[in-house]
């Protein structure tokens, strides 16, 4: 069987999952806020760039779809790859798609080199198109309560992410 790269980057993350790296975070309410504090329980993330005209929209989309079935206890995490993307921004795309902290967090990463560690270990890869946008790989990322990475969906498999949540470790 052959696999794309995506297929087969989807299949070794959830054969061995992988703890990303504890970054620190803002969000859309300027709060300050490390990646680990969402330790203890599973989150359902998204890679986004908030002035993204195609894949995001489907990502927000799918994500707006979850926030009205998941329990309080999963919390929504809109991640921003794009270092122009302050609170302002990130809550302009937070009321855009109805994202309300704390359940829904639209942050981004102010350090440069953990923002680049955090996508390599995740697999995302960013590619500047020229003209102030990116070429990116977009999925619905399941991080298990012990803050490791241990599934990717795609941005419509909403019904994935419910099942799989079934049987993650919290």
Partial sequence: MALTS??????DIAAAPRVLPD???YDQTSAKLQLSD???APVVLEFIYTTCPDVCLTLGTAFERLDAVLPPGV???SLSFDPADGPRRLGWF???HGAEAPHWRVAGVEDPKARAALLERAGVVVIPDGAGGFVHNAGLYL???KGRLSRVFDPEDTNGVLDALLFIEG
């Fill in 6 to 11: 995506e297929a087969a980057r989807r299949l």
């Fill in 23 to 25: 970054v620190p975070l």
């Fill in 38 to 40: 969402y330790r203890g």
């Fill in 75 to 77: 919390p929504l995490l």
């Fill in 94 to 96: 937070a009321n855009r």
């Fill in 143 to 145: 991080i298990d309560g």
